[in-house]
């Protein structure tokens, strides 16, 4: 048999340049069609509206009033995502005709009918036939938005450009420098950051700690009553966290609220004791104290939860054997009941840091990020995602600086993720369990 007999695989491979030549080449008629069809309708697709989108996304419009950038933005990042999916298509078809091409060359049997390819896709391909829609819905709902942000952070969308009224242009990397060394920019940024860490690992490690302490201490053999201890932990839970948020929003007011009205005085009546009305919701600092407080007291209560599947499930044995030994009950916990605590949670309690850092609920409904401002319509205990808030919603919205800000947000959010899973090893535990 000579040489061009037997170089099906480089022969498809040219054909399938145009996608569906590879395919009839190797007599695959069923799977040439589907793949010219796809061809065939992205083409025309592309000569009636998608050249004009991805001509729309580069210039964001040149007449003002006619042309809408925003719109232009959104159409044309559909239509990109739309590429790209044309692509792994494209890109398919020519690995599905080399690779039949190499079965050819080295003679062995394909298959040429459209039944016998079904059912061969059906049974070589079922898991991809069920995923792959989901992928597809996935880039609509997920990417799509995200690219749409990324896109808008690098333009000079704000109050002084409006579509349709002004063009949206360009501008680079200018906001994100701004941020970083504008001065003004910088020092609300950089105030903001660093609040949002301290009420992020403020408030995450409190809401931890009591819901393992509460768990661990109630798991003890000889406490008494534990499904009412274990049905009144779970009320902050049970209440609606806007109840429960506006409820202490009412409760820590300078004035009437129930602490300094009540709770304050019925303190000084004890001996040696006489604690001044404490300003919650107009100084910064006891803001900010209340806020990692009533977060610790929301948010224990899940941790208490698992933490408690998890003790049920320590061996017995273990501590029999630790008492043998005599180690203390210190001792136990640390060598015993946390290392199995961290070995079973570490990815869930990792989530309540990151679902902290972007917890937006509890600091705009409790003071609305009050008191004060430092600048940017940022108030004094603003965190990054409320800060977002303000900037898109004040009188002179600054969407460009905003989604520049939620990409910073991402950024942290997936870097301090992805080291704290490595670190903790959090999912390369599974062959130990």
Do not use: C
């Not at 039949?100 to 040429?112: M, P, Q, Y």
């Not at 003890?220 to 009553?225: E, I, L, R, S």
């Not at 972007?358 to 008191?371: A, T």
Request: avoid cysteine; glycine fraction near 6%.
């Amino acid at each position: 048999m000579s040489r061009n007999e037997t170089n099906h695989k480089k022969k498809a491979s040219l054909l399938s340049i145009i996608p569906g030549l590879g395919q009839f080449y190797n007599k695959q008629a069923f799977k040439g069609i589907v793949f010219f069809a796809l061809f065939l309708v992205f083409a025309i697709e592309m000569a009636l509206t998608g050249f004009q989108a991805l001509e729309g996304l580069i210039t964001l419009g040149s007449i003002p009033r006619d042309d809408h950038s925003l719109f232009l933005m959104i159409k044309g990042t559909l239509q990109l995502i739309l590429t790209v999916i044309f692509l792994f298509f494209y890109i398919l078809n020519i690995y599905d005709a080399r690779k039949i091409g190499a079965l050819r060359d080295r003679g062995e049997k394909i298959n040429t009918k459209t039944v016998d390819i079904l059912k061969n896709l059906w049974e070589q391909g079922f898991p991809y036939i069920f995923t792959f829609p989901s992928y597809i819905l996935m880039a609509f709902i997920i990417i799509f938005p995200v690219l749409v942000t990324l896109f808008i952070a690098f333009t000079n969308y704000d109050f002084q450009h409006i579509p349709p009224f002004k063009l949206i242009d360009w501008i680079g990397f200018e906001n994100f420098t701004n941020i970083f060394f504008l001065s003004s920019y910088r020092a609300t940024f950089m105030k903001i950051l660093v609040w949002t860490l301290i009420w992020t690992f403020g408030a995450t490690t409190l809401q931890i700690v009591l819901g393992v302490v509460a768990a661990v201490v109630l798991h003890q053999k000889h406490v008494k009553g534990k499904a009412f201890f274990r049905i009144l932990f779970l009320l902050p839970w049970a209440v609606p966290a806007f109840i429960s948020i506006m409820g202490f929003s009412n409760m820590f007011n300078d004035s009437i609220g129930a602490i300094n009205a009540q709770v304050i005085p019925l303190i000084n009546h004890l001996p040696f004791i006489d604690i001044p009305a404490i300003s919650w919701k107009t100084d910064a600092t006891w803001t900010k104290t209340a806020l990692i407080m009533i977060q610790g007291w929301l948010g224990f209560p899940y941790i208490f939860v698992m933490v408690t599947g998890v003790l049920q499930s320590i061996s017995d044995d273990l501590y029999e054997a630790a008492n043998l030994d005599g180690a203390t009950a210190l001792q136990q916990f640390r060598n015993i009941t946390l290392p199995m605590i961290l070995f079973a949670t570490a990815p869930v309690m990792i989530t309540q840091y990151t679902f902290n850092f972007n917890n937006f609920s509890i600091i705009y409904l409790f003071n609305e990020g009050g008191p004060g401002s430092i600048g940017w319509n940022a108030g004094s205990t603003d965190i990054l995602i409320s800060w977002i808030y303000k900037l898109t919603t004040g009188q002179a919205p600054q969407y460009a600086v905003a989604a520049a800000v939620t990409l910073i947000i991402s950024a942290i959010v997936i870097a301090v993720s992805l080291i704290t899973f490595k670190k903790t090893n959090a999912f390369g535990n599974e062959e130990m369990m």
